[in-house]
């Protein structure tokens, strides 16, 4: 079980029998009355974020959720195809469902889907992908003591603010919880 003081970003959490994902929340102790918890969920079956308020102290369950290594082969129109590495079915998953995810998804990659009752409802990644630089402005020479910044394009699509050192077919550290640069990949 989990409690309020137990929250942060990607906690999984069951409501009502349903799985929900904190996306946000903030602990509020107002000057009057008890603490409380207001949080941003994301429901895992549907992908409808909700804002909910809870008591300080509350407990809440960890939802039965399976989860299987899969390879992301391709994507056709708005669904995700992935393949069991072990049984080599094949289910699909769409862009709600994957979410911001499908931002730092390479096709052949292995990633982790999410089941909930046999149904799969997701996925989720390492927290560190090393992708390659497709598209980004040279940098200027001798700018490299600031910490300015240039968008880039990944082989992805996402587009991320790097430092200005970072050039086209460089491979990045990327957080995927974030979204942001680490450092270049070694």
């Given at each position: 079980?989990?409690?309020?003081?137990?929250?942060?970003?990607?906690?999984?959490?069951?409501?009502?029998?349903?799985?929900?994902?904190?996306?946000?929340?903030?602990?509020?102790?107002?000057?009057?009355?008890?603490?409380?918890?207001?949080?941003?969920?994301?429901?895992?079956?549907?992908?409808?974020?909700?804002?909910?308020?809870?008591?300080?102290?509350?407990?809440?369950?960890?939802?039965?959720?399976?989860?299987?290594?899969?390879?992301?082969?391709?994507?056709?129109?708005?669904?995700?195809?992935?393949?069991?590495?072990?049984?080599?079915?094949?289910?699909?998953?769409?862009?709600?469902?994957?979410?911001?995810?499908?931002?730092?998804?390479?096709?052949?990659?292995?990633?982790?889907?999410?089941?909930?009752?046999?149904?799969p409802i997701?996925?989720?990644?390492?927290?560190?992908?090393?992708?390659?630089?497709?598209?980004?402005?040279?940098?200027?020479?001798?700018?490299?003591?600031?910490?300015?910044?240039?968008?880039?394009?990944?082989?992805?699509?996402?587009?991320?603010p790097v430092?200005?050192?970072?050039?086209?077919?460089?491979?990045?550290?990327?957080?995927?919880?974030?979204?942001?640069?680490?450092?270049?990949?070694?």
């Amino acid at each position: 079980m989990y409690s309020t003081s137990k929250f942060r970003k990607g906690l999984k959490i069951e409501i009502e029998g349903k799985p929900y994902e904190i996306i946000d929340f903030l602990h509020v102790k107002p000057g009057k009355g008890g603490a409380f918890v207001r949080t941003k969920l994301r429901n895992l079956l549907n992908g409808r974020v909700i804002d909910r308020t809870f008591r300080s102290g509350e407990k809440f369950n960890r939802p039965h959720l399976q989860e299987r290594q899969m390879q992301y082969l391709y994507k056709e129109g708005t669904n995700y195809c992935l393949m069991d590495n072990e049984t080599y079915e094949q289910i699909y998953l769409s862009e709600e469902q994957i979410g911001e995810s499908r931002l730092f998804m390479v096709e052949n990659e292995t990633v982790n889907a999410v089941f909930f009752n046999e149904k799969p409802i997701g996925i989720d990644l390492p927290i560190f992908v090393e992708l390659s630089v497709t598209n980004t402005e040279p940098g200027v020479k001798g700018d490299t003591a600031t910490k300015t910044t240039k968008p880039a394009t990944l082989e992805t699509g996402a587009v991320m603010p790097v430092p200005i050192f970072i050039d086209v077919g460089d491979r990045i550290k990327v957080d995927t919880r974030t979204g942001s640069y680490v450092e270049r990949a070694k």
